[in-house]
């Protein structure tokens, strides 16, 4: 089943929501570059929110590692989510586990060496000034995925919604997909049918994929 990442979340009530409809992972936006920035004390009520069993993923662009550390404590984050060019130094201070971001343009994919990309949780591929941006809803040429293989799972970003996340599954073949923009009435509010769409159009795409004749029969 491909799971599902509901990001910039701003508000309990949309952090609920995502969490009955079945998200894997919350995101919650602590970059000074990003309309959906949260302070330190909405993380906390969006923590309280937070279902148990569902990880809470911190998104950070140019933030310090003291920075990270206080959004860590004050949201009980799962994961740290880095919107730069990963380093060795990320790596080694950050107080949890990290999905590294690989910035897609018509000029390929801009990972970081494989060796680093191993020691991640995952690896989310978002369109590249996204990447460095901490995300602006824009959709990247799938087909530059093609053939790449990754050692940790695989997160499909940049700009899906209820109308191209089945496309985006069936030609990428994501362990998730990461939503933010796609799910809004304004950037960090949620709107409720299009979160339920969302969710339905993932599980639709998945139930296609292993029907007979799908991607995923013998």
């Known amino acids: 089943m491909t799971e599902i990442k509901i990001c910039g979340l701003t508000r309990p009530e949309d952090v609920d929501l ?60 799962d994961l ?43 690896v989310l591929c978002d369109t590249a ?21 990754w050692p940790v799972p695989l997160i499909l970003a940049g700009g899906l919604g209820p109308d191209n996340v089945a496309e985006g599954i069936a030609r990428v073949h994501p362990s998730a997909v990461d939503v933010a923009s796609g799910v809004e009435s304004s950037p960090g509010i949620k709107d409720e049918n299009k979160m339920r769409l969302f969710f339905e159009a993932v599980r639709e795409a998945d139930a296609s994929s292993s029907s007979p004749g799908g991607r995923g029969a013998a």
Do not use: M
């Open 129 to 149: 000034r996204s990447s460095r941006s901490g995300g602006t809803g824009a959709v990247f040429d799938w087909r530059i995925l093609d053939g790449k293989t």
């Open 80 to 122: 740290v989510q880095i919107h730069r060019p990963l380093s060795a130094q990320d790596l080694h201070r950050s107080p949890l586990p990290v999905i590294a971001v690989v910035g897609v343009s018509s000029n390929g994919a801009d990972a970081a060496p494989p060796e680093l990309l191993a020691r991640c949780r995952a």
């Open 18 to 77: 995502a969490c009955a409809l079945g998200a894997a992972y919350l995101g919650f936006n602590f970059s000074a570059l990003s309309p959906r920035r949260v302070t330190l004390d909405t993380a906390r009520a969006l923590a309280r929110a937070t279902r148990s069993g569902v990880a809470r993923v911190g998104v950070f662009v140019h933030e310090s590692t003291e920075e990270i550390g206080a959004a860590v404590e004050a949201a009980g984050l």
